[in-house]
T-cell receptor
Framework: GESVGLHLPTLSVQEGDNSIINCAYSNSASDYFIWYKQESGKGPQFIIDIRSNMDKRQGQRVTVLLNKTVKHLSLQIAATQPGDSAVYFCAEEGTSGTYKYIFGTGTRLKVLA | KAGVTQTPRYLIKTRGQQVTLSCSPISGHRSVSWYQQTPGQGLQFLFEYFSETQRNKGNFPGRFSGRQFSNSRSEMNVSTLELGDSALYLC?????????????FGEGSRLTVL
C-alpha cells in the first residue's frame, strides 16, 4: 500500500511541555495537508490543515510547519495536556483533484503526569 | 449538527460471507469517502463518492464495492470475506465539491472475520 505502518512510533512528553510530531510525505506535488488526532475507539478528528503555499499555520495551542524542500510536516503542540494523548496522523491529498488522502503511519503521543 | 454516523459499530462474520456497512454523512455534505484502517497498513483509501458518482477508487480488489444514494448516504459492501479484511472501516464526509477539504470521520465499523 502507499502508507505502510509496521510499527507505531511513540513520543512520551511531560505534561506542560511542548510536543513536536513529525511526518514525511510522499508526493512533492501534494497541495493540501491535514493533521488528525485519533483517540482509542474513535474516528480521526481534524486538528489543523495547511496548503502548500504556506510554511506555517497556527491554531489554538497547535502549529503546523511545512517544509516542501524535504517533504516534511511537523505538528507542534504547546503546553501538552493529558487529553492530548492519542495517535496523530498527517494526511496529504496525493494529487489535486483525486479526492483521495494518503495517511502517514501515525505517532502515538503519551503525556506523562 | 449531527456528525458522521456509521452502522453497525461492531460485527463478526465468517470467511466467505459478505457484509454491508452504512454511513450517513453530516447534513449538507455531498462527498463521502471510505478508508480501511489496520495495524499493519494504517489508513488506506477505498473510494470516494460525490452526488452518487464514484470519483476515485483505491487499490483494493473488486470484492470491495460501494455506492451513494441521492440523500448522500453511502454503503460499502465486501463480498467473499477473507481473514485479512478484518479492520476498522471508516467513513468520512466533506462539504467540498472540488479540490481538497477537511474530512469529518465517523467512529467506524469494526469488522472481525473468523
Amino acid at each position: 500500500g502507499e502508507s505502510v505502518g509496521l510499527h507505531l512510533p511513540t513520543l512520551s512528553v511531560q505534561e506542560g511541555d511542548n510536543s513536536i510530531i513529525n511526518c514525511a510525505y510522499s508526493n512533492s506535488a501534494s497541495d493540501y495537508f491535514i493533521w488528525y488526532k485519533q483517540e482509542s475507539g474513535k474516528g480521526p478528528q481534524f486538528i489543523i490543515d495547511i496548503r502548500s503555499n504556506m510554511d506555517k499555520r497556527q491554531g489554538q495551542r497547535v502549529t503546523v510547519l511545512l517544509n516542501k524542500t524535504v517533504k516534511h510536516l511537523s505538528l507542534q503542540i504547546a503546553a501538552t495536556q493529558p487529553g492530548d494523548s492519542a495517535v496523530y496522523f498527517c494526511a496529504e491529498e496525493g494529487t489535486s483533484g483525486t479526492y483521495k488522502y494518503i495517511f502517514g503511519t501515525g505517532t502515538r503521543l503519551k503525556v506523562l503526569a | 449538527k449531527a456528525g458522521v454516523t456509521q452502522t453497525p459499530r461492531y460485527l463478526i462474520k465468517t470467511r466467505g460471507q459478505q457484509v454491508t456497512l452504512s454511513c450517513s454523512p453530516i447534513s449538507g455534505h455531498r462527498s463521502v469517502s471510505w478508508y480501511q484502517q489496520t495495524p499493519g497498513q494504517g489508513l488506506q483509501f477505498l473510494f470516494e463518492y460525490f452526488s452518487e458518482t464514484q470519483r476515485n477508487k483505491g487499490n483494493f480488489p473488486g470484492r470491495f464495492s460501494g455506492r451513494q444514494f441521492s440523500n448522500s448516504r453511502s454503503e460499502m459492501n465486501v463480498s467473499t470475506l477473507e481473514l485479512g479484511d478484518s479492520a476498522l472501516y471508516l467513513c468520512a464526509s466533506s462539504y467540498r465539491e472540488l479540490g481538497a477539504g477537511e474530512l469529518f470521520f465517523g467512529e467506524g465499523s469494526r469488522l472481525t472475520v473468523l
